[in-house]
């Protein structure tokens, strides 16, 4: 990063006074991969997912631990109410953190962010209620606004044919997270033995693992490198009346909805029993499943994404991997008539190839959203559709625990009889947002092209 290059001088004309142009003679001067930044973007994003793929494998066991539900059918409609409260709390909050960020800095947010996961993740493993549950990840979605910020801290550390690369590490800390996280929550939960009586803390061990990562993080942002934050002349302009950027948010919700209600159903699906449509699993299982999923997202993102990016454009490949995801999700159900080898084979393959397809749609409407904005609004301009993306994203989990509660008791029927019906409308949703990345309503920002279409 130190080494300078006059070669972006010769090609492109700077205004004098011009903040903006500031800036880009700043990105253009440097050559090579800013690997210390990058590094701190991967580390941060993985501090905030940690907390949410470690709950998926116990997630089913928790509730039923804490005898909310009468019924087994019943633990997928409580399950789901726990999901959704993180994502309400991060609803609330993510414009706010955006423009903060915009105000006094990237850094500043983003510590707070992660000393609020240090905190209430460790009291989520503490709950002995299910109320106490619910209110410690609404805390923790509400107080940790550091994803919209370093979305945009991604963006201005490198130049722009870095830039999907450097998005992508806020989607392959997701990865990273399915590798670590399952096996937190599948492997140490029900297996606190340091003291007190074991099952009453049962699932503090996965929290604790993860918040002392979070702290750890905490600490070593201190020599985190700052942006500097200028202001333009655009510092008023209206963000919703940018249909660039709003055809890409709502995109980036439709798709996101899709993503967290599929992450909800495939562990209780899995986990639930056979004779209901399921698949018998253990939480050990699951979290083998996600992990292996984990290791081909991050493979996937680091070296495969940025050059499909490259060749086809982040709405052609968006377009195609949401065509290709609908067999799959149409395959799943018949995934129960298997067993043994035959059945971890084909699960895991259909996982890597859905997840993988998934991360493409959301890392190509990540690129989109902070080309449709300056610099001095990238800030509110990705907190936004945090703030939009979160309220789907905490309607997506009780809504797929309803759903998948309700196609549960309808085993012998007619039309797309049990958990046929769950993944038909994954599927409806699927489809929805392959339709919103054609035109008339999808819009891209100009600097782009049309090499994105």
């Known amino acids: 990063m130190e080494e300078q290059s006059t070669l972006p001088l010769l090609q492109k004309e700077y205004h004098p006074g011009c903040p903006g142009c500031a800036y880009d003679r700043k990105k253009d001067l440097q050559e090579g991969l ?14 905030t997912a940690l907390p949410v793929s470690s709950l998926f494998p116990y997630l089913y066991f928790m509730i039923r631990d804490l005898h909310v539900a009468k019924r087994t059918e019943d633990i997928g409609f409580y399950a789901g109410f726990v999901g959704a409260s993180f994502m309400l709390g991060r609803c609330l909050t993510s414009t706010v953190w955006g423009i903060a960020a915009d105000r006094i800095g990237r850094k500043p947010i983003v510590m707070f962010g992660i000393f609020s ?5 460790t009291l989520f493993g503490l709950s002995t209620s299910y109320w106490m549950a619910i209110a410690t990840r609404f805390l923790l979605g509400a ?28 989607s392959t800390a997701w990865g990273i997270s399915l ?30 693992c993860s918040s002392l990562f979070a702290a750890v993080v905490l600490v070593s942002c201190i020599w985190m490198p700052k942006v500097e934050q200028i202001s333009s002349f655009d510092d008023k302009k209206n963000l919703f009346k940018n249909w ?19 992450t909800e159903v495939f562990s209780l699906w899995a986990e639930s029993d056979k004779k209901y449509g399921g698949l018998s699993l253990s939480s050990e299982d699951v979290g083998q499943v996600l992990s292996v999923t984990g290791v081909s997202l991050l493979v996937y993102q680091l070296f495969v994404y940025p050059h499909i990016n490259k060749i086809l454009g982040p709405l052609n490949s968006s377009r195609i991997a949401a065509i290709l995801c609908i067999p799959i999700l149409f395959a799943y159900p018949y995934m129960t008539y298997l067993s043994g080898t035959g059945l971890s084979i084909i699960l895991n393959i259909a996982s890597v190839l859905k997840n993988n397809l998934g991360v493409t749609i959301i890392t190509s409407s990540f690129i989109l959203q902070n080309n449709a904005v300056h610099q001095d609004q990238r800030g509110a301009a990705n907190g936004l559709p945090m703030t939009v993306m979160s309220l789907f994203k905490s309607v997506a989990p009780a809504g797929a625990g309803i759903v998948f509660s309700w196609a549960q008791k309808r085993q012998h ?10 993944f038909l409308l994954l599927n409806v949703v699927e489809f929805l947002g392959l339709i919103l990345t054609f035109k008339p309503f999808m819009a891209i920002p100009e600097q782009c092209g049309r090499d994105y279409y």
């Open 143 to 170: 107080l940790n606004g550091l994803l919209g910020p370093i979305k945009a801290y991604a963006i201005e550390v490198c130049r722009t044919e870095h830039e999907a690369l450097g998005l992508s590490l806020v």
């Open 244 to 262: 660039t950027l709003m055809s890409s948010i709502i995109l980036y919700c439709v798709f996101s909805f899709h993503d967290m209600a599929y």
């Open 179 to 208: 590798i670590i996280g399952p096996a937190l929550g599948g492997y140490l939960a029900l297996n606190i033995y340091i003291g007190w009586n074991p099952y009453r803390f049962p699932y503090l061990l996965p929290c604790l």
């Open 413 to 422: 029927a007619f039309f797309f009889p049990g958990d046929q019906m769950v």
């Open 34 to 47: 800013p690997y210390k930044e990058f590094l701190y973007i991967w580390m941060i994003c993985l501090t």
């Open 117 to 121: 996961v240090v905190i209430f993740n």
